[in-house]
């Protein structure tokens, strides 16, 4: 018996979207782009609680067709988006370990984006550590050297969480890390002066490596402030927006246009 796969079976229903959330220039407030992040429908249609889709990635196969279907869509939005004079400044895409398999991966991205008449720097596959472990290691590091010689953006997600991750900004060409919101949300918390201690020097790495630094997670003023005083430059979380069908960010985009 074929076992049931929630992921290929919302593929195979037409049951996934994408939401975005904004990302913040932390200086002017303004949205400089938005990270798409997978939602998936349930019969009714009512969208799932995110993460009740997280273990369908772990087939490799289903992993992939999540992608593929993800940026089938992503470029859609991007695509109506222009039609309308609507300019939604850089998508960042998640990237699974999965697509770092394949050669796939690269020439679907650059056969989309061009067809589509989409700069190529209009997007930023989001990786984590986790596609640098294991066997394939060294084709993920050659196939993100060959993103970015491609013209697309790269971004260290879920950053300090992982490990080995100074070497690999050593031998990748990341433009972006994005520092894991688990600090964020812990600066004015329990650990907070070691979280403080460890947000701003991962602020100051990006800036000697002269590397775009993202906050992810950022809920409240006071960790703004923090991450602006510190020199942190752009920002992600529910204090500036939380994830949201196109529908919406059509609105927000609109009204600030
Ligand atoms: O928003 P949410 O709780 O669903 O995100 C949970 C995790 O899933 C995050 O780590 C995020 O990076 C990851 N994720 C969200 N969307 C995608 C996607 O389209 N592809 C992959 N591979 N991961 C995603
Ligand atoms: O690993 P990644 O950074 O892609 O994870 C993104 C996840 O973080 C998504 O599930 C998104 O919904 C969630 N997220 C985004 N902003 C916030 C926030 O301010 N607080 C919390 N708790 N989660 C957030
Ligand atoms: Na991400
Ligand atoms: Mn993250």
Redesign the pocket.
Same mark, same amino acid.
């Given at each position: 018996v074929a076992m049931i796969n929630i992921g290929r079976e919302a593929v195979e229903n037409n049951r996934l979207l @994408?939401y975005y959330q904004p990302q913040i220039s932390m200086q002017t407030g303004q949205v400089i782009g938005f990270e798409?992040?997978?939602?998936r429908r349930d019969r009714s249609g009512q969208i799932c609680l @995110? #993460?009740t889709i &997280?273990e369908a990635?772990n087939d490799y196969e289903v &992993?992939e067709a999540? #992608?593929i279907n993800?940026l089938d869509m992503v470029i859609a939005d991007m695509i109506d988006w222009r039609s309308r004079g609507l300019d939604c400044g850089k998508i960042s895409?998640? &990237?699974?370990a999965a697509e770092f398999r394949n050669r796939d991966f690269i020439h679907r991205l650059i056969d989309h984006t061009d067809r589509a008449g989409i700069p190529r720097d209009r997007l930023i596959i989001?990786v984590?550590e986790g596609v640098f472990v294991g066997r394939s290691a060294s084709a993920a590091n050659d196939m993100i050297t060959e993103l970015k010689q491609a013209g697309f953006g790269i971004s260290l *997600? *879920?950053f300090g969480t992982g490990y080995a991750s100074l070497t690999h900004l050593r031998e990748i060409p990341v433009d972006a890390l994005k520092i894991d919101r688990s600090f964020i949300q812990d600066l004015f918390g329990n650990s907070g002066n070691d979280s403080a201690a460890i947000v701003s020097a991962i602020i100051k790495l990006g800036q000697g490596l002269g590397k775009t630094v993202v906050a992810e997670g950022i809920e409240t003023e006071r960790q703004a402030d923090f991450l602006r005083q510190h020199g942190c430059l752009a920002g992600q979380g529910y204090l500036f927006g939380r @994830?949201a069908p196109k529908s919406s960010i059509d609105e927000l985009l609109a009204g600030s246009r």
């Amino acid at each position: 018996v074929a076992m049931i796969n929630i992921g290929r079976e919302a593929v195979e229903n037409n049951r996934l979207l @994408p939401y975005y959330q904004p990302q913040i220039s932390m200086q002017t407030g303004q949205v400089i782009g938005f990270e798409a992040l997978l939602r998936r429908r349930d019969r009714s249609g009512q969208i799932c609680l @995110p #993460g009740t889709i &997280a273990e369908a990635f772990n087939d490799y196969e289903v &992993a992939e067709a999540i #992608g593929i279907n993800m940026l089938d869509m992503v470029i859609a939005d991007m695509i109506d988006w222009r039609s309308r004079g609507l300019d939604c400044g850089k998508i960042s895409i998640n &990237a699974s370990a999965a697509e770092f398999r394949n050669r796939d991966f690269i020439h679907r991205l650059i056969d989309h984006t061009d067809r589509a008449g989409i700069p190529r720097d209009r997007l930023i596959i989001e990786v984590t550590e986790g596609v640098f472990v294991g066997r394939s290691a060294s084709a993920a590091n050659d196939m993100i050297t060959e993103l970015k010689q491609a013209g697309f953006g790269i971004s260290l *997600d *879920d950053f300090g969480t992982g490990y080995a991750s100074l070497t690999h900004l050593r031998e990748i060409p990341v433009d972006a890390l994005k520092i894991d919101r688990s600090f964020i949300q812990d600066l004015f918390g329990n650990s907070g002066n070691d979280s403080a201690a460890i947000v701003s020097a991962i602020i100051k790495l990006g800036q000697g490596l002269g590397k775009t630094v993202v906050a992810e997670g950022i809920e409240t003023e006071r960790q703004a402030d923090f991450l602006r005083q510190h020199g942190c430059l752009a920002g992600q979380g529910y204090l500036f927006g939380r @994830p949201a069908p196109k529908s919406s960010i059509d609105e927000l985009l609109a009204g600030s246009r």
